[in-house]
């Protein structure tokens, strides 16, 4: 029935993504990108990619979450890990990269389901301090955790690489807060708006299918979508998951986008998993193209006004408050109405008039 | 459009067969002893002052409170103790009374979410747009679309469900509890909130349900037009016991029934 | 035995901190149904105030408290009426984004005044340690006045919420707002009244919480913050023993677990007792549970 106006309304969002890297491939080619602008194209993506996986959750799904990041910091350990682990015995970089996406995805959806089924019992703002927890315990955990391998197989220590006790031929991979360090820088921007475009494939055709309908009757009204037969916990386990497991993906992306890969709180802590909901608020509860925009100008902005300096972070800081209240204030709402309305009369007066 | 249920029970065995039901919450007895033998296509009413404990009866029967004690039988089957989502699936759809719409889906989804259970197809395959998601979504919007037309709702499918007029709320609640393919529907003051002429439309609607989908409905309502205009039979509960119960007409002549109303 | 009792000491008068910043989350909850974000920021605010007065312009410690507590509190009464109070009735996504944009906007100030590098924060208290079991047990005094503090402000606290006009209308309108201003309780100037107390008593665990851990910077009060709120949400959020109850447990195993596990895992074992606490207690320790009626 709607099928069509979703069609068209899906064709500009993938339209969106499409034509900004046409965008880029001609500046690119005419050498007008700044290095500056290049170094961000990666984690534009990144961004966009985690933007539209946590508004499944908080848009679509209607739970707030505020441990993205936590899923993005397993994907992206899992990943790089897998890449490391690999150099051997898979020498294509790019198969390796292949493969470390899908592990990534997986493993941070398997957590997304391990944590989902006790905190998804939870509600509103108890859930979001739950899921931050979660996040900060992820980072935590790897910040601590060693890794090596020797030729009698993997080693394990929470304490410090000596304790893993290898042999001459170990390699310690996973260096507590050191780290995972020697990724191949495998990720670009071509494949980061592949992952964007499946990312939006997913997330899209998800909400428009049954199961997506199931996901919004819970959040639109729990008890009746129960009346109707809806699995409640079923399907809020499976919306949850699905984005923890994007968001993996995109941890695992970002992990190959760089040299150095360490659980600080900078890129893997709870303020990540704010910034990401800031990105889906402003873009628009359950409007993936509002996310992408948001994702793209948010991040974008602030570099752009680094010729600032210091007031960059403050001007973002101060737009986010205008813009949020500009956006949700009843009484800004309300005038805008009023305003519309009046710009509407005065469109039927001047055509009355002609 | 024809119900195409198959019959489980027996002809002679009752749609609902309620015995000994009981609840209490905090040492205050809600709904104590009920009973209740709603027969198939019956049209039943559950009436009572405010505070009664019917909600609280509707609540047992669809498996959002768990009964103290009693039995639910439906056409046969006990389901007492069952979860509400497996209760809908044994037959038993409901409303609401303060209504309870998916708001932000359209009309045609508000309806298409509730005929999950009987036109599937994998969330891959969904995800995947495979060629079962096009034809199952196509059954999917006809059926939605034959339900919606039973409630002059069709012309509307496109709408936000919240931005629906409050009477044909209502009436969308009903076409959604009825794509579930129940064998018994509940309705929760179906009439509250309408006008006159509103309410005399309902009735019409209701009637036309049960004759149409050859429905058994349990209703609760305060509006003693509807109340004796539509039902066969009542049961009178007043604070969480039977009062008294039987034919209309002899219930709303019983002496007791306008006490409770009215007070001494 | 000894080092357990003085860890465990110095665990409740870090989570005596915790529970005064755990009133101000409480408080503007159970009030205004609002996550305030922003206020382990105006906890590194007051922070800096007293850091000001005390350390750069010489003044008394007990003068750098007090102007801290002024500058908070028209700080925290000033983010309410021009950022929160236009939200009223607005989402509660849109509120929380809108005090996520005010605590970037606290630490951005902060950093463009104070720089980024860390500020060597002088104790306001200046007593003698407290040595008990012939010098086995070395109690610091920051650690006695912070425990003697949160005891004086519960009390208090306690005192004018049961038995002030003002009090019971903060009661009131946490009950029901609507309910409330039918009775003609002003709810701007109570919730207005709500920030101010808290942010109050943000300035005081800014004091305190600089003087037990003396680098500042613009990020001190990010973490404390988030922890005082998990102390507030264990307690069971909205309510005030609550906060004095979540704000001890979690001091306490934090200095325990740093003690005896891992300085690196504390925040994980904290957040881990708060995951395993809401499991059991989904409205936590002391909160009141809601039922939805169908």
């Not at chain 1, 996310?291 to 210091?310: F, H, K, Q, W």
């Not at chain 2, 609840?23 to 027969?39: E, H, P, Q, R, Y």
């Not at chain 2, 359209?106 to 509730?114: E, F, G, I, M, Y």
């Not at chain 3, 009735?89 to 605590?103: F, H, Q, R």
């Amino acid at each position: 029935m709607d099928a069509k106006r979703i069609r068209i309304q899906n064709g500009i969002t993938y339209g969106m993504v499409i034509a900004f890297w046409v965008v880029i491939q001609i500046m690119d080619k005419t050498g007008n990108l700044s290095s500056l602008l290049k170094g961000l194209l990666v984690p534009l993506c990144m961004y966009a990619i985690l933007a539209v996986s946590l508004n499944l959750t908080v848009g679509i799904l209607g739970e707030l979450s505020l441990g993205h990041a936590g899923f993005m910091c397993l994907g992206a350990f899992s990943g790089a890990f897998f890449t490391n682990c690999m150099e051997a015995a898979m020498p294509s970089a790019g198969l390796r990269f292949f493969l470390a996406l899908i592990l990534g995805a997986v493993v941070a959806g398997i957590f997304g389901l391990l944590i989902g089924i006790p905190v998804l019992r939870l509600k509103g703002d108890y859930l979001a301090i739950v899921t931050l927890a979660f996040g900060e315990i992820i980072k935590n955990l790897i910040n601590v955790m060693y890794v090596g391998r020797d030729a009698a197989g993997f080693h394990f220590s929470n304490k410090d690489a000596m304790s893993l006790g290898m042999d001459d031929t170990g390699v310690v991979i996973v260096k507590g807060a050191q780290g995972i360090t020697g990724t191949p820088r495998a990720a670009t921007f071509t494949i980061g708006i592949l992952l964007l475009l499946l990312t939006l494939f997913i997330v899209l055709n998800l909400i428009n299918s049954r199961t997506g309908r199931a996901i919004m009757s819970i959040r639109d009204n729990r008890i009746a979508a129960e009346s109707i037969g809806i699995n409640i916990t079923k399907y809020k386990l499976m919306a949850f998951s699905i984005s923890a497991a994007l968001a993996g993906m995109a941890g695992v992306l970002y992990a190959h986008s760089l040299s150095t890969l360490q659980a600080t709180s900078n890129n893997f802590g709870y303020n990540k998993s704010i910034l990401i909901l800031v990105f889906v608020v402003l873009g628009g509860l359950g409007n993936m193209r509002g996310s992408i925009i948001a994702a793209v100008v948010l991040t974008a902005l602030p570099e752009m006004l680094r010729g600032l300096n210091d007031y960059r972070m403050l001007i973002y800081a101060i737009v986010l408050i205008i813009m949020t209240i500009f956006n949700s204030s009843p009484k800004a709402i309300e005038m805008r109405s009023v305003l519309m309305d009046k710009l509407r009369h005065k469109k039927a007066a001047g055509k009355e008039a002609a | 459009m024809t119900a195409n249920k198959t019959v489980s029970g027996a002809k002679g065995v009752p749609m609902l067969e309620v015995k000994n039901l009981s609840i209490s919450f905090g040492g205050l007895k809600a709904v104590d002893s009920f009973n209740v033998t709603v027969d198939k296509g019956q049209l039943y009413g559950l009436i009572g002052p405010n505070g009664a404990g019917k909600t609280t009866v509707f609540n047992l029967l669809t498996g959002v409170y768990k009964p103290n004690t009693g039995t639910i039988l439906l056409d046969g089957e006990n389901i007492t103790g069952r979860k509400t989502i497996e209760i809908n699936q044994d037959g038993i759809a409901r409303t609401f009374q303060n209504i309870r719409l998916f708001k932000e889906l359209s009309v045609l989804d508000n309806v298409k979410t509730a005929l999950h259970n009987h036109h599937r197809y994998s969330t891959l395959e969904g995800i995947l747009r495979l060629p079962k998601f096009y034809k199952v979504e196509k059954e999917m919007d006809a059926r939605a679309l034959e339900l919606l037309k039973v409630f002059d709702l069709d012309q509307q499918w496109n709408y936000k469900a919240s931005n629906l007029p409050y009477g044909k709320q209502r009436k969308l609640e009903i076409a959604r509890a009825l794509a579930t393919d129940p064998k018994l529907l509940l309705l929760d003051e179906p009439a509250a909130g309408m006008n006159p002429n509103e309410t005399a439309e309902l009735m019409e609607t209701i009637r036309f349900v049960r004759d149409q989908f050859d429905m058994t409905i349990l209703l609760i309502e305060h509006d003693m037009k509807l109340v004796s205009g539509i039902c066969e039979k009542l049961t009178v509960l007043n604070f969480g016991q039977v009062l008294t119960q039987g034919d209309t007409s002899e219930v709303l002549n019983d002496k007791r029934v306008i006490t409770a109303y009215l007070g001494e | 035995m000894m080092s357990f009792l003085s860890y465990f000491i110095s665990g409740v008068s870090l989570g005596s901190i915790y529970a005064i910043i755990a009133l101000g989350y409480t408080m503007v909850y159970g009030i205004a149904r609002m996550l305030n974000f922003a206020h382990g920021d105006v906890i590194m605010i007051g922070g800096f105030a007293i850091f000001t007065a005390v350390t750069t312009m010489g003044l008394p410690p007990m003068a750098g408290i007090l102007i801290g507590v002024v500058v908070c509190t028209v700080l925290g009464v000033t983010i309410e009426r021009v950022a929160y109070r236009p939200l009223r009735g607005a989402s509660s996504l849109a509120v929380l984004i809108t005090a996520i944009g005010i605590s970037y906007l606290l630490q951005n100030v902060a950093l463009l005044i104070f720089g980024s590098n860390s500020h060597q924060f002088t104790s306001v208290v200046n007593l003698p340690n407290l040595v008990l079991a012939d010098g086995k047990l070395n109690i610091s005094s920051t650690t006695i006045v912070a425990i003697a503090a949160c005891i004086v402000i519960m009390i208090a606290l306690t005192t004018f919420i049961n038995k002030t006009r003002t009090g019971q209308a903060m009661l009131a309108v946490s009950e029901d707002r609507g309910a409330a201003s039918l009775m003609g309780i002003d709810v701007n100037k109570t919730i207005a009244v709500t920030f101010a107390i808290g942010s109050a008593l943000a300035a005081i665990a800014g004091a305190l919480l600089c003087s037990a851990y003396p680098s500042l910077t613009p990020y001190t009060g990010s973490m404390p913050g988030i922890k005082a709120f998990t102390a507030a949400v264990f307690g069971g959020i909205g309510s005030i023993p609550g906060a004095l109850l979540g704000g001890i447990i979690l001091g306490v195993i934090e200095n325990l677990s740093k003690a005896y596990i891992s300085s690196q895992l504390s925040d994980a074992i904290v957040f881990a007792v708060l995951i395993i606490v809401l499991l059991v207690r989904p409205t936590g320790i002391l909160g009141r549970q809601i039922n939805e009626k169908v």
